[in-house]
């Protein structure tokens, strides 16, 4: 009887039916009494789908009970397995010192193990791999993380094994999206473990995945969808610290969404749980975001509070950090006063915490956003440019220390504020080449929001370029240009990390496309309207600006100008610049020029003819490569190409 519901138990595991196989062990040990083998056995079977299932510290009990009974057997499959589990589970619990410990033991014997079948031995190498991966995660150490998640995925998907597959794309989609972030990459394995999840009964993975998914979001912009995904994941777990990571995610975003008393609330609920796990730097850091919603919504008699009560774990000594942590918070406390003498000792300890060296990197970005807040302010009042050159620094620290952290929305957020600032001293080169960089930027890392938000910034530059060379000509004083940059609200977004603006982005209206030599002969042009008509009244003038863009704007790292009515964007794809002039809106006519340099590369028909055609300097007609023209139709004219909207 025993043997027969071990071989269901098995079965069971092998299908991922991991609660199935707890509940058949449950009815085996209360109806016969078990032999001391049959014990270890079902210590073993029932380890293991509590790891299945991420029971880690119930798979950590048994997986004890079943390296006390194997140990003394010799070297064994089972025993093989169970130092794996052992080694994975105290990884994840964050005993990564013990856990590699197990897991070096666990591949020691793996390869004095006999008579191993290819695909067991294909899977003991994957799992070894995945729980390696799992420790170096929880270390941070990003190369061993992505080497060995990706062999996982690799062995994993060749043997078909589903849950070592979810929890390699897990950790990929993890490295994708907080170390080496490429949030398309992180997308993609994030999407294909919660898929294998679906199939799989591992709640704890569920929701750290889901968690995942919605730091996605939020990176990106799309709160609703973070919204989403965090609320799915609170629903998946009662595990503290992932509720506790929930709830400090949830807060973010209600905050960024302008909804403080939630924002408020959730915080609140987490500070309960990381009183019950007693987490200093926990608690510590969830007082202070608490802190910081009160004095957003200027209650500063709660913010107080709470302030008195980070000063009083401050005195226990438990975290070095928690006295600076309470000094910041001082700080913004002081700093929401209209008093002149609290302001200025607000600004003292900001500069006091900005000099520290080794300072959290979200500390630092908060510290220095209230400064420069502070400058800004005082800036309004006097208008002394000297006050604009002590920004500078602040803001090159900024830089640095948002790349380091990789806290790319900040960063380009950063580069529009140094635009802005480019525009106070009417220095519009500098300006249209900073917000050039910035749109670069946010595209590269996929955050699609703040790359229209930039667009939109760098066409009303253009749309006002006339405005601004008056002023500048004019020598027009600084309080007049100041109301044009809205620096007010770049800054308070900045501090409030606000990623829910409403843009009104168009489709623009496509006019020509030009395909140009690097030395600026025309090698194909397409008209989206009447030749005749364009020509007529403005092509001439569109040459010569061509002209000049290839020789003094694109060498500049600018990629457009307007001419009138229309904008003309210029990208250099080699041994060609490709032109698009349009009207209306440039930031989706930007994302179809970027997807027709793309596709012209890997069509090998379209490609090596315009190659030859300038080998040749010679122009190449529509009719000529009719793949060109069926590519521009659908790129430019019926729009199929899929473009995120924003």
Request: charged share 25%; proline share 2%; aromatic share 10%.
């Amino acid at each position: 009887m025993g043997s027969k519901l071990f071989e269901q138990v098995n079965l069971a595991i092998e299908q991922y039916k991991y609660q199935e196989a707890i509940n058949i062990l449950n009815e085996l040990e209360s109806n016969e009494e078990l032999s001391k083998s049959d014990q270890i056995l079902s210590h073993y079977y029932r380890a293991t789908a509590l790891n299945g299932m991420g029971d880690y510290p119930e798979a950590l009990k048994y997986a004890k009970k079943s390296y006390r009974g194997y140990r003394n057997q010799g070297q064994s499959s089972h025993l093989l397995e169970t130092l794996i589990i052992m080694g994975y589970a105290n990884c994840w619990l964050g005993n990564t010192e013990l856990g590699f410990q197990y897991i070096d033991e666990a591949e020691d014997m793996l390869g004095n193990l006999p008579d191993i079948r290819e695909k067991q031995q294909n899977k003991y190498e994957a799992m070894l791999y995945i729980s390696r991966g799992c420790g170096y995660l929880q270390q941070g150490k990003t190369e061993q993380l992505f080497e060995s998640a990706r062999s996982a995925l690799k062995i994993s998907e060749y043997i078909n094994d589903k849950q070592i597959m979810a929890r390699s794309n897990y950790q990929l989609g993890s490295y994708y999206t907080f170390f080496n972030i490429d949030l398309n990459l992180a997308m993609y394995h994030s999407k294909q473990c919660q898929l294998l999840l679906y199939e799989l009964d591992n709640k704890p993975l569920l929701a750290l995945n889901l968690v995942t998914l919605g730091c996605i979001c939020i990176m990106k912009g799309e709160l609703n969808q973070a919204l989403m995904f965090h609320e799915q994941a609170l629903d998946n777990t009662n595990i503290i610290m992932i509720k506790m990571s929930i709830f400090n995610n949830l807060s973010m975003i209600y905050s960024q969404q302008g909804d403080f008393d939630k924002a408020l609330e959730v915080l609140k609920n987490a500070f309960e749980l990381a009183k019950k796990v007693k987490n200093p730097y926990i608690l510590m850091t969830t007082i202070t975001s608490i802190i910081e919603v009160n004095v957003l919504i200027d209650r500063i008699e709660e913010a107080s509070v709470y302030l008195d009560l980070l000063k009083g774990f401050a005195e226990k000594g438990e975290n070095e950090l928690t006295p600076l942590y309470a000094r910041f918070s001082e700080a913004l406390i002081l700093k929401s006063s209209n008093r002149i003498q609290n302001r200025a000792k607000a600004q003292a300890i900001f500069e006091e915490i900005a000099q520290i060296e080794k300072l959290p990197g979200e500390l630092s970005i908060k510290t220095l956003l209230n400064l420069c807040d502070l400058l800004l302010d005082e800036f309004r009042i006097n208008f002394d440019v000297k006050v604009l050159e002590e920004l500078n620094p602040l803001l090159d620290k900024l830089i640095i220390i948002a790349e380091k952290i990789a806290s790319f929305w900040i960063l380009a957020e950063t580069y529009l504020l140094l635009a802005k600032l480019a525009l106070l001293k009417t220095d519009l080169k500098k300006a249209r080449k900073i917000l050039t960089e910035a749109q670069e930027m946010a595209e590269k890392y996929n955050l699609t929001l703040l790359a229209g938000k930039i667009s939109v910034e760098h066409d009303t530059l253009l749309r006002n370029l006339e405005i601004w060379e008056q002023l500048s000509v004019a020598n027009a004083p600084i309080n007049k240009k100041l109301e044009l940059v809205n620096l007010d609200k770049q800054i308070e977004n900045m501090i409030l990390n606000r990623r829910n603006e409403t843009l009104h982005i168009s489709d623009e209206e496509p006019v020509n496309l030009l395909i140009l030599s690097e030395g600026g002969t025309s090698i194909f042009s397409h008209y989206f309207i009447e030749q005749k008509s364009f020509e007529s009244h403005i092509f001439g003038g569109f040459i010569t600006t061509i002209d000049y863009f290839i020789r003094e704007v694109f060498s500049e790292g600018l990629d457009r100008a307007m001419f009138g009515e229309y904008t003309l964007l210029m990208k250099l794809i080699s041994p060609f610049f490709i032109i698009y002039i349009f009207k209306g809106d440039s930031y989706y006519a930007h994302q179809r020029i970027k997807y027709f340099m793309q596709s012209i590369q890997k069509k090998e028909d379209i490609w090596q003819k315009l190659i030859k055609s300038v080998e040749r300097n010679k122009t190449v007609k529509t009719n000529e490569i009719p793949p060109l023209d069926t590519l521009i139709i659908d790129i430019f004219v019926e729009k199929n190409v899929i473009i995120e909207k924003i």
